[in-house]
């Protein structure tokens, strides 16, 4: 099993001597080890030189005004570490105007530090005027001005501009620093310097901002069209369809630091995946440090609703589909949704989504489109069948296009036939060639698809990606790499390879699998490994330690990692045939900008399959059809119940309203459904179930049976059941008035769907009457999510096992909840006794897992004893932390369950993190993890004040396996986060000093 391709081979097709040519030259992601970290000198600043800043701020405001222009300007070079400096934000947004306002992280009555001696001690701004408007002598203009050439006019270089905007400089230092009350004043630069420096009615910083983070120098032109279209000038809805990897995310991040910087309003981005969303956290940290704003992350257990009200900084929510409805609904309660004048929403061809999540967000984008606030929404999406109706839907300008940087070529093989794919010509499947790797007898058993061959092409100096249809098939594929590609591909990049390999082990201990594949640089990539397992892939993916990941078709909807050549190991995900838009997204991985000409992707098929296969690539793009009527509990039930919650729509006919601006209104025909009877059926099962009740009843009163005539859309009859054998009419006009029952209001509060908050309201009950606090496994009972009860299923042996190493006090708890000694002796034996709820066993069996977490046992460990991969182990532990809040906002809208109020808060967050107590702050960090919160720890990075003081390479040197881009990208999260505290503080004083008159305080 360990032999070469060489033993199986008539001949070696592959030169083994040219592997050293072609490996590249790794990239420095870094940064130089002079730079200074941005608020390192703010951290370090003496306690008394803190208390004293106002003080001698009050001193030095009347020598400053005397300063002369020229030692002004001599001050205002000189090199600072933390930037939080905002500037040339358009007030009103219609007018051409600049305007310049500067902020510091310590300031005490809104004061700045005047004196230069001061202002070079304490270094609270990062650049210098001089520098953020590029006319300091030291830059270059000419390599400046062609950073983005598209717009940026060649009077950039003059010596008359840089004069009159050095001219503003020094006009602007005397404003903001000469008294208190001229600091909130802007300056209105003249119209010549406006036109010359603006990027898109941005600063021209950002421009710059934007080379230096992420290293582009021009935009592709249709990000320039797009950027200059009507919709984005004017705030009108926008649509932008391109394929993957068309440059979708900078037009979106431009359009985001414009809402912040010039309008000051908050942004919601929204994202499909939890991984995505902490991936666009890193990716705008530090364009949040520079330019002054914040960025908070609300996916999995993180966000709190309401958010924090800002006084001076504006805020990107960067947010799950789930997080971001409870997030826009906290807002919309507390009439704060105002404060929102960009929301974004990518993938948006998930409308269509039947798992739920396509229903969550056609309802958050109906409530935002009914209320009519002024929001401007932006979509980007893959290209799909029925763009012009998903624009009909948002009121959008729709932009299309087909562009890509990197050509693909496309292929069909088939056994030992290749075909190129040209769509435009008759003949689908073009220039055949033939497959011609002298592949022995042994190997074509093995590797019948030559997929080693079609590997060795370009690897280890260019990456693959292979698909593979089921999780199995990834691991089987690995294994089968390292059978038929070359031994010497062992000793590319094999001491980086050994650092993988440690950094895994002291993770989550190593794979099997992994320890044999990542030799040859092959892993595979599912969910069944845990989210730090995927990222040291991913980041060995991107140094190209890793030259194949064999993964499934998640991988092409979640993280950017393109590669020269896309394998398609069938035309299957799961058990369906391949639809044209997942080929699409699959495919778009293939090509790396910057990284070469073309790229290459590669459907493999059987000849039965080939004219499905066909059929398959001349179909039209996939539709996104509503499922707001199908999915019924985060669909129209939640639609309804938090429109009358929030008082948005409280009457039929307002209902009526609303609904008719969701998408299912636009596709009603189409779908042949009508969307007023939907509504009406809806309300009746909800007044059915107790969970509706009309403004006038005092409680809520279950439905025994109801009639509805509706002649014309304006009553619904309910005949109500208040006495055995006696019936009332309530009749449910057009404008009848609705409200929610508690129940209902506790499972929106929640997040919760109905059935859920029934059986927990049962729970709560029964555990109000019995509550074991000796042992925290009844608490963690209450905390088990009853959606995972179906994706565990219990092992008898393994659950006989973990019940009897109970203590007699845990076995209280578990005769309580309905399971006695009879049960278990049956599970001894693999046999599930009918003498106990199916569900009340299954839900146990996995508190039993969630407490060997608690108890700080490891992901792989639990994962082993209750023979589950660690990705399912991982998925519990994030659904158990966010369920665990629900849980506590559930008891939050009942009296009668006021005792648990205070309990589950603190409780749950510690079951968020589920690690000692000193690690719970470094797993604040976006990137950070249980195994390298450890490894931080042990280096002496315990607070994220550390963190955001340290060096990256030292950091890289004390931690095994930690890369120059991860490095860089905790430290730049350690400092957002020290800066959003400061803010929080900061915010804090002045709401607790706003009402006070400080001069009629007496001291006694």
């Known amino acids: 099993m360990s032999n070469n391709l060489n033993s199986y081979f008539d001949l070696n097709i592959f030169d083994d001597d040219n592997w050293s040519s072609n490996t590249l030259i790794e990239a420095n992601v870094g940064v130089s080890p002079e730079s200074v970290n941005p608020i390192t000198s703010m951290l370090s600043l003496d306690d008394t030189l803190l208390t004293n800043i106002e003080d001698k701020v009050c001193d030095e405001i009347q020598d400053l005004n005397s300063i002369e222009d020229e030692e002004a300007e001599s001050a205002f070079k000189t090199q600072s570490t933390s930037n939080l400096l905002q500037i040339c934000r358009k007030q009103p947004f219609e007018q051409e105007i600049k305007t310049m306002k500067t902020t510091d992280l310590i300031k005490s009555s809104d004061k700045s530090l005047e004196d230069e001696n001061l202002w070079k001690q304490s270094s609270l701004l990062d650049m210098t005027f001089n520098e953020f408007y590029n006319v300091d002598d030291k830059i270059d203009d000419t390599s400046s001005s062609d950073i983005f050439d598209i717009d940026i006019s060649k009077e950039e270089n003059k010596l008359e501009d840089k004069k009159s905007i050095i001219d503003d400089i020094n006009t602007t230092k005397k404003i903001c ?65 391109l394929p993957t990897s068309g440059g979708k995310t900078l037009v979106a991040e431009i359009l985001m630091l414009k809402e912040i910087v010039c309008n000051r309003k908050n942004v919601i981005f929204i994202l499909p995946f939890v991984a995505i969303v902490q991936e666009k956290i890193q990716a705008m940290t530090p364009f949040a440090i520079e330019l002054g704003f914040l960025v908070e992350e609300y996916a999995a257990a993180k966000g709190h609703y309401p958010p924090r009200k800002r006084r001076k900084k504006n805020t990107i929510y960067i947010c799950t589909i789930e997080k971001a409805l409870g997030l826009v609904n906290s807002l919309i309660e507390l009439k704060r949704l105002n404060e929102i004048g960009l929301l974004i929403v990518d993938e948006l061809h998930l409308l269509g989504e039947s798992s739920g999540r396509g229903a969550t967000l056609e309802g958050l984008l109906t409530k935002i489109m009914y209320i009519n606030e002024d929001i ?12 012009e109706e998903v624009a009909q839907f948002l009121n959008a ?7 890509r940087p990197i050509k693909i070529e496309e292929y069909v093989k088939c056994q030992d036939n290749m075909w190129l794919i040209d ?14 790797y002298p592949y022995s007898k042994k190997a074509i058993v093995i590797d019948p698809d ?96 890793l030259c194949v990941i064999c993964c499934t078709s998640t991988l092409a909807a979640g993280i ?26 699959m495919i778009g991985r293939a090509g790396r900008a910057g990284l070469g000409n073309i790229g290459e992707s590669i459907l493999i098929c059987r000849n039965h399959e080939l004219p499905q296969v066909k059929e398959l690539l001349m179909s039209k793009m996939d539709d996104s059809l509503s499922t707001l009527h199908i999915e019924k509990d985060r669909g129209i039930n939640n639609l309804i119940l938090s429109a009358i919650l929030l008082s948005i729509a409280t009457t039929r006919f307002e209902l009526y309203a609303l609904i008719a601006k969701s998408l299912l209104s636009v596709q009603q025909k189409r779908l042949n459904v009508n969307i007023k009877q939907i509504m009406d059926e809806t309300i009746r099962v909800l007044f059915i179930n107790g969970v509706l009740k009309i403004h006038t009843m005092d409680k809520c009163n279950v439905i025994k049976s109801i009639s509805i005539t509706i002649p014309s859309q304006e009553t619904i009859c309910i005949e109500e059941s208040e006495v055995a054998n006696k019936k009332q009419i309530i009749a449910l006009t057009s404008k009848t008035k609705l409200e929610l029952c508690d129940l209902g209001r506790a499972a929106i509060k929640a997040g919760i769907d109905l059935q859920s908050a029934y059986e927990l309201y049962e729970d709560l009950k029964i555990a109000q009457k019995h509550l074991i606090l000796t042992d925290y496994l009844h608490l963690l009972y209450l905390m088990t999510p009853y959606n995972m009860i179906n994706q565990i299923q219990p092992i008898g042996s393994v659950y006989y096992d973990a019940i009897i190493r109970l203590s007699e006090v845990q076995m209280e708890i578990v005769r309580l909840i309905g399971i006695n000694e009879s049960v278990i002796s049956k599970l001894h034996c693999g046999i599930i006794s009918k003498n106990v709820d199916l569900k009340v066993l299954q839900r146990f069996y996995v508190t039993l897992m969630i407490y060997e977490l608690w108890n700080h046992h ?54 968020s993190y589920c690690c000692p107590s000193e690690l719970e702050i470094l797993l604040e960090l976006p990137t950070v993890k249980m195994g390298r919160a450890y490894q931080l720890y042990n280096a002496g990075y315990r607070t994220l004040q550390s963190i955001a003081k340290a060096n990256p390479y030292e950091m890289q040197e004390k931690i095994q396996y930690l890369t120059k881009r991860t490095a860089t990208q905790i430290i730049t999260a350690a400092n957002l986060l020290v800066l959003e505290r400061v803010e929080n503080l900061k915010d804090e004083v002045e709401n607790i000093l706003e009402d006070i008159d400080l001069s009629n305080i007496k001291i006694f």
């Open 560 to 585: 950017n990692l393109p590669a020269r050549r896309v394998i398609l190991r069938s035309p299957y995900v799961g058990n369906q045939f391949l639809s044209i838009s997942k080929y699409k997204q």
């Open 397 to 403: 300008e729709l932009y299309t296009g087909n562009f």
């Open 858 to 911: 490891t992901i792989h460990s639990v994962a082993e004893k209750y023979q589950v991969n660690k990705g399912i182990i991982q998925n519990l532990l994030n659904t158990v932390s966010s369920f665990s809040f629900s849980v506590v906002r559930f008891c939050q809208e009942f009296d009668e369950f006021w005792a648990f109020r205070d309990l589950l808060n603190t409780f749950s967050k510690k079951l």
């Open 423 to 436: 769509i435009h010509k008759e003949e689908l499947l073009t220039d055949m060639k033939k497959i011609d």
């Open 450 to 545: 030559k997929i080693g061959g079609l590997v060795m092409d370009i690897v280890p100096k260019d990456s693959c990606l292979i698909f593979c249809s089921n999780r199995k098939n990834c691991e089987n594929i690995a294994l089968l790499m390292t059978k038929v590609l070359f031994r010497s591909l062992e000793k590319h990049k094999k001491a980086e390879k050994e650092k993988l390999l440690n950094a895994l082990i002291k993770e989550e201990g190593l794979c099997p699998i992994l320890k044999q594949t990542i030799k040859f640089g092959v892993a595979y990539h599912h969910s069944g490994l845990t989210s730090e397992e995927r990222r040291l892939l991913e980041d060995a993916f991107r140094e190209q330690v």
């Open 376 to 387: 401007h929404i932006v979509g980007m999406s893959a290209t799909i069948g029925n763009l």
């Open 177 to 241: 620093f000469g008294n208190e009350k001229s600091m909130k004043e802007t300056i209105q630069f003249n119209k010549k310097t406006d036109n010359v420096y603006s990027f898109y009615g941005l600063p021209v910083v950002v421009k710059q901002l934007i080379r230096k983070i992420k290293g582009f120098n021009t935009l592709y032109s249709w990000q320039d069209e797009c950027l200059q279209l009507d919709a984005v000038k004017n705030r009108k809805n926008l649509i932008y369809a």
